[in-house]
C-alpha cells in the first residue's frame, strides 16, 4: 500500500496527468475525494481516475506476476475515494477491502485457459472489477449489491495491449478510467440499480467475449479463504514494463559481478518469451531506438543497455535528454534476442550472456526477481522508494507529511479513520 502511495506521487508529472486533471475539475460536480498531490476535490469516480492514472504513469506499480495483472493501480485509488466518500473507514475496514479486491480480481485472471496474442496483457481490462469490489466494501455493498456491482463493473469492462503500442499517455489515461467505472458501477449498485446477471459465465458474458469460453470456473474458488493471491503481488524496482526486469537485473548484476565497461561489450543475447518480445521488442525500429519516454520503458534494448551502461534503471533513465545518450544507444544496437517457447511464465526470468570484445562471453540467470515473493523487500525499502519518488512530485511535498504517510500505513490496522491520508498528500504541502 505504501509502495502504492509512492508510485501516484511519482505519477503525478506522469505525461499529460496535468491536461487530465484540468478536464475532470472542468467537468464539477461534488468534492467527495482528492487528487493525491494536486488536492484538487472532485466526485470519488473522478479522484480515483486521476489517482489511478498516477499510479500507472511511470510504470513503477506493482505486479501480480502470475497473471501480469497491475493490482493496486484501480484498488488504492478506488479504496481512497470511497474512504473519503464515506467517512469513517477504519484501517481493518480498508485492508479487508484491499485484500478482497486483489484476491477476487487475480482469480479472475488466472481462470482464462488461453492466452490472447501470447500474452495476458488484460490489466485495463479487468480493473474495474477490482475496483467495484474495493469501493463497493467500503461503501457497504454486501452479496445481491456487489454482486451488482461487479455487474455494472463487467458491462464497461475494455482495454487492448493496442494502448501500450502508441507510445503516449493512453495506457495509464485508460488505466484511470477503468477504476473510474469500476467505482461508478459500486454507485450505481448502491443506488439500488442492478448491474448485469451472469456477467462472468453467461452466454454472452464475459469470459465468453474475452476468452472465446476457455476458462476454468474452479480455479476462481480453489481455496478460496484460505489462499490470498494477493500475497503473490511484487514490488517493482525498476519504473519500465514489468516483463524487462529480469533481464535487466541480469545484465545490472553482470556489471556488478565483472566491472563491464560499456565500451568492451561487443554483443549482448537476452533470452526471452514470445510475448515479451511482442510488447517489448516490436516495431523493432521504434523499441531498439526509442523516441519516446513510453516507448523506452518498454523497450528491452533501451532497458537492457541502460542497465549495462549506467547499472541502474530509475526515474531519471527515462528523460528526453537519457534517450539521447549515445553510449546506450551504441550498446541497445548491440542487443539479440533469443525467444525460448519453453519458458512459459507470464513474467520470464532474467537470462542475459555478454560476448566481449576480447573474445570473453559471460552469462546471468536470475530466476526470482527483487521483490518477489521469493526474494520480497522490506517494509523500510518501500519507505526509501516512496521518499524517492517524492522528489519527483508534481509540487513539492513537506517531509513531515511524507513521514506521517509512513506512520499512518505502517500502523494502518490501529487507524480509526484512513480519510486524512489523501490530505496528507495534498498540494500546498510545503
Known amino acids: 500500500m505504501l509502495d502504492a502511495v509512492a508510485v501516484c506521487v511519482a505519477g503525478s508529472t506522469g505525461k499529460d496527468i496535468q491536461k487530465l486533471l484540468q478536464w475532470l475539475e472542468a467537468q464539477g460536480g461534488p468534492g467527495e475525494a482528492g487528487a493525491l498531490v494536486y488536492g484538487t476535490r472532485l466526485p470519488a469516480h473522478h479522484a480515483s481516475w486521476i489517482n489511478s492514472a498516477m499510479a500507472r504513469a511511470h510504470e513503477f506499480d506493482d505486479s501480480h506476476d502470475p497473471t501480469g495483472d497491475h493490482t493496486s493501480v484501480p484498488i488504492f485509488s478506488a479504496a481512497l475515494a470511497a474512504a473519503e ?67 455494472w463493473a463487467s458491462a464497461q469492462a475494455a482495454g487492448s495491449l493496442q494502448l501500450q503500442q502508441g507510445g503516449t499517455s493512453t495506457l495509464h489515461v485508460h488505466h484511470g478510467l477503468a477504476a473510474a467505472t469500476g467505482v461508478q458501477g459500486a454507485m450505481l449498485a448502491r443506488q439500488g440499480l442492478p448491474g448485469m446477471e451472469h456477467f462472468l459465465t453467461g452466454p454472452f458474458g464475459f469470459y465468453q467475449a474475452y476468452e472465446r469460453g476457455d476458462y476454468a470456473a474452479d480455479v476462481i474458488t480453489y481455496e478460496l479463504g484460505q489462499r490470498f493471491e494477493i500475497e503473490q503481488v511484487s514490488i517493482k524496482q525498476y519504473p519500465s514494463g514489468r516483463v524487462t526486469h529480469g533481464p535487466i537485473q541480469a545484465a545490472i548484476a553482470l556489471r556488478e559481478t565483472h566491472g563491464l565497461r560499456s565500451e568492451d561489450v561487443e554483443e549482448v543475447v537476452v533470452t526471452y518469451t514470445m510475448g515479451g518480445y511482442r510488447m517489448t521488442c516490436l516495431p523493432e525500429v521504434e523499441r531498439r531506438a526509442p523516441t519516446n519516454v513510453q516507448h523506452a520503458k518498454f523497450s528491452l534494448f533501451y532497458t537492457v543497455a541502460c542497465a549495462l551502461a549506467r547499472g541502474h534503471v530509475d526515474l531519471g533513465d527515462f ?10 544507444q551504441r550498446l541497445a544496437s548491440r542487443v539479440r534476442v533469443e525467444v525460448d517457447p519453453n519458458l512459459g511464465r507470464v513474467i520470464p526470468p532474467g537470462i542475459v550472456r555478454v560476448r566481449l570484445r576480447d573474445g570473453r562471453e559471460l552469462s546471468m540467470r536470475v530466476e526470482h526477481l527483487r521483490g518477489t515473493p521469493e526474494d520480497p523487500v522490506r517494509f523500510a525499502d518501500c519507505v526509501a522508494k516512496l521518499r524517492l519518488c517524492a522528489g519527483h512530485a508534481a509540487r513539492p511535498l513537506a517531509a513531515d507529511r511524507v513521514e506521517a504517510v509512513v506512520e499512518l500505513v505502517a500502523l494502518l490496522e490501529q487507524q480509526d479513520d484512513v480519510g486524512p491520508l489523501a490530505g496528507l498528500l495534498a498540494a500546498g504541502t510545503v
Request: aromatic letters at 10%.
Open 85 to 151: 466518500l464515506r467517512g469513517g473507514v477504519s484501517g481493518r475496514e480498508f485492508l479487508t477491502a484491499y485484500v478482497l479486491a486483489a484476491d477476487l480480481v487475480s482469480r479472475l485472471r488466472l481462470a482464462p485457459t488461453r492466452k490472447v496474442g501470447g500474452t495476458d496483457f488484460a490489466a485495463n481490462t479487468y480493473a474495474p472489477f477490482a475496483a467495484a469490489t474495493a469501493a463497493g466494501w467500503l461503501l457497504g455493498l454486501r452479496d445481491d449489491g456487489l454482486y451488482a456491482a461487479l455487474g
Open 319 to 328: 528523460t528526453s535528454s537519457a534517450l539521447a545518450d549515445e553510449v546506450v
